[in-house]
């Protein structure tokens, strides 16, 4: 480069070839901001340009004034970021500067976190005050096993509940929420809370046994160990549904005892399924459940027995079809057989019978009576008789009992053992022409003696 004729300035060759220009610059070195000086110019001012050639030098002074618009723009975004976070250059907080809410205020979620003893019926919920819920998981943990709660985000999205509002007793529960607010910042909260241990439980016994096979007159029948004061919470957590489908319904007996049937006899080959679901309700004030279980039966052939005491014979038949008549001695006349509809609900090969036990004197204790089929809950049986003599098929000698001729220690050949192998746990043993009265309903499984529209209307809960 050739000189330039003076110490201020610089000239640069732009361009090659030529289409080349020269263009002289300023010299700009400042020592301080307020001691600068520019040879061959005034002090504290630019020094002008000997030579300008061109429309290059635009160019240059155009690449400039980008280069100070963008540090201009860089020194703006970041005095809108501090503002944002509501602090002076120095990081100092302004008071009342906005700012992203605080989770709790964000996400609101109840039962509040932290909290302990909380009772089943208080509501599980999370909101948003504005904006929406991205997601919400909830999971319980409960004898030591971890499930996840169902529930959904409601249309608008600022609220999310459980499928189920009951809270599981005994139990810690977990909440992680994600939502997003109404000026689209996300925020995220995670919240604990147990609930109340109940000091008192209930429990239900089930007949019959589960996976067992049983007779056409077979009746669900639960009892329970404390007395049922809020029956109809406990019947909703009760369901029993039949493959080929039937109208099973309810009936309480008292305040412990719910029983199921339909209208009929089950048909052969039905699959019978009862899901109890007590676990956490309220039977009765403080009292709560402990159950959630599922059992299955399966209805055998049909086999119904119809004893009539008058005639000293029992008729036995299978699908419809008689199949055998055997002689039978029933109830003496003081001490007469039940009349009605009895169900088997137990067989025993050989057990004692004690007359004190069934609010009788010392008439009779036999510690080996044989198949022992019991008919009732008061102690009426249908068992293998040895000491009977000829009574059989001719005259009613019994305490109550219906006798089958057997031998001591039991008899396979025998009328007795023949019905024993030939019975299930759900045959119906119906009695006719006795001298005593009927069977009450709630006396072993005699609901069959009612008609139903009396049992239906044993139901706690109403239905249309």
């Given at each position: 480069?050739?000189?330039?004729?003076?110490?201020?300035?610089?000239?640069?060759?732009?361009?090659?070839?030529?289409?080349?220009?020269?263009?002289?610059?300023?010299?700009?070195?400042?020592?301080?901001?307020?001691?600068?000086?520019?040879?061959?110019?005034?002090?504290?001012?630019?020094?002008?340009?000997?030579?300008?050639?061109?429309?290059?030098?635009?160019?240059?002074?155009?690449?400039?004034?980008?280069?100070?618009a963008a540090l201009a723009a860089v020194v703006?975004?970041?005095?809108?970021?501090?503002?944002?976070?509501?602090?002076?250059?120095?990081?100092?907080?302004?008071?009342?500067?906005?700012?992203?809410?605080?989770?709790?205020?964000?996400?609101?979620?109840?039962?509040?976190?932290?909290?302990?003893?909380?009772?089943?019926?208080?509501?599980?919920?999370?909101?948003?005050?504005?904006?929406?819920?991205?997601?919400?998981?909830?999971?319980?943990?409960?004898?030591?096993?971890?499930?996840?709660?169902?529930?959904?985000?409601?249309?608008?999205?600022?609220?999310?509940?459980?499928?189920?509002?009951?809270?599981?007793?005994?139990?810690?529960?977990?909440?992680?929420?994600?939502?997003?607010?109404?000026?689209?910042?996300?925020?995220?909260?995670?919240?604990?809370?147990?609930?109340?241990?109940?000091?008192?439980?209930?429990?239900?016994?089930?007949?019959?046994?589960?996976?067992?096979?049983?007779?056409?007159?077979?009746?669900?029948?639960?009892?329970?160990?404390?007395?049922?004061?809020?029956?109809?919470?406990?019947?909703?957590?009760?369901?029993?549904?039949?493959?080929?489908?039937?109208?099973?319904?309810?009936?309480?007996f008292g305040d412990s005892r719910l029983d199921?049937?339909?209208?009929?006899?089950?048909?052969?080959?039905?699959?019978?399924?009862?899901?109890?679901?007590?676990?956490?309700?309220?039977?009765?004030?403080?009292?709560?459940?402990?159950?959630?279980?599922?059992?299955?039966?399966?209805?055998?052939?049909?086999?119904?027995?119809?004893?009539?005491?008058?005639?000293?014979?029992?008729?036995?038949?299978?699908?419809?079809?008689?199949?055998?008549?055997?002689?039978?001695?029933?109830?003496?006349?003081?001490?007469?057989?039940?009349?009605?509809?009895?169900?088997?609900?137990?067989?025993?090969?050989?057990?004692?019978?004690?007359?004190?036990?069934?609010?009788?004197?010392?008439?009779?204790?036999?510690?080996?009576?044989?198949?022992?089929?019991?008919?009732?809950?008061?102690?009426?049986?249908?068992?293998?008789?040895?000491?009977?003599?000829?009574?059989?098929?001719?005259?009613?000698?019994?305490?109550?009992?219906?006798?089958?001729?057997?031998?001591?220690?039991?008899?396979?050949?025998?009328?007795?053992?023949?019905?024993?192998?030939?019975?299930?746990?759900?045959?119906?043993?119906?009695?006719?022409?006795?001298?005593?009265?009927?069977?009450?309903?709630?006396?072993?499984?005699?609901?069959?003696?009612?008609?139903?529209?009396?049992?239906?209307?044993?139901?706690?809960?109403?239905?249309?």
């Open positions: 480069m050739g000189d330039d004729g003076g110490q201020g300035s610089a000239a640069r060759l732009i361009g090659s070839g030529r289409g080349s220009r020269r263009v002289v610059l300023p010299l700009f070195c400042p020592d301080r901001a307020s001691h600068s000086r520019f040879p061959g110019g005034r002090h504290g001012r630019f020094p002008e340009a000997r030579t300008v050639v061109g429309y290059r030098v635009r160019y240059v002074q155009g690449r400039a004034r980008r280069a100070r703006t975004w970041a005095g809108l970021l501090t503002g944002a976070a509501g602090c002076t250059a120095d990081g100092t907080a302004v008071p009342g500067a906005p700012g992203p809410p605080a989770p709790g205020d964000a996400i609101r979620v109840s039962p509040e976190d932290g909290s302990e003893d909380v009772r089943p019926g208080s509501p599980l919920r999370v909101r948003v005050p504005d904006g929406r819920l991205e997601s919400v998981e909830v999971v319980v943990s409960q004898d030591a096993r971890e499930t996840p709660v169902p529930g959904r985000i409601s249309g608008d999205g600022l609220t999310w509940k459980p499928d189920d509002e009951r809270l599981a007793l005994a139990a810690k529960y977990t909440v992680d929420a994600v939502a997003v607010d109404g000026a689209g910042r996300r925020s995220a909260r995670h919240t604990e809370f147990t609930t109340h241990v109940p000091r008192e439980r209930f429990i239900g016994y089930v007949a019959p046994e589960d996976r067992s096979t049983v007779g056409t007159g077979m009746i669900v029948s639960l009892e329970f160990n404390r007395k049922i004061a809020h029956r109809a919470a406990v019947e909703r957590a009760v369901t029993v549904t039949a493959r080929p489908a039937v109208e099973i319904r309810p009936h309480w199921f049937r339909p209208e009929r006899y089950w048909k052969p080959g039905t699959r019978v399924t009862v899901d109890l679901n007590l676990r956490d309700v309220e039977g009765a004030p403080g009292v709560y459940g402990l159950q959630r279980r599922t059992f299955t039966f399966t209805v055998g052939r049909s086999q119904v027995s119809v004893v009539d005491a008058a005639a000293h014979t029992m008729r036995v038949r299978r699908d419809g079809e008689l199949l055998a008549t055997v002689p039978v001695t029933a109830g003496a006349r003081k001490t007469p057989t039940y009349n009605g509809k009895m169900v088997i609900t137990e067989m025993l090969e050989v057990t004692r019978m004690n007359s004190r036990t069934v609010g009788f004197g010392g008439e009779y204790d036999i510690p080996d009576v044989p198949h022992a089929i019991r008919l009732t809950s008061s102690g009426t049986f249908l068992h293998g008789n040895y000491w009977g003599g000829d009574a059989f098929g001719n005259r009613n000698i019994s305490h109550g009992c219906v006798g089958l001729r057997d031998v001591k220690g039991g008899g396979a050949d025998t009328p007795a053992g023949w019905f024993f192998d030939r019975s299930l746990v759900g045959d119906v043993v119906e009695v006719v022409n006795s001298k005593d009265k009927q069977v009450a309903p709630d006396n072993g499984l005699g609901g069959w003696n009612m008609n139903w529209r009396e049992w239906t209307a044993g139901g706690a809960v109403t239905r249309r």
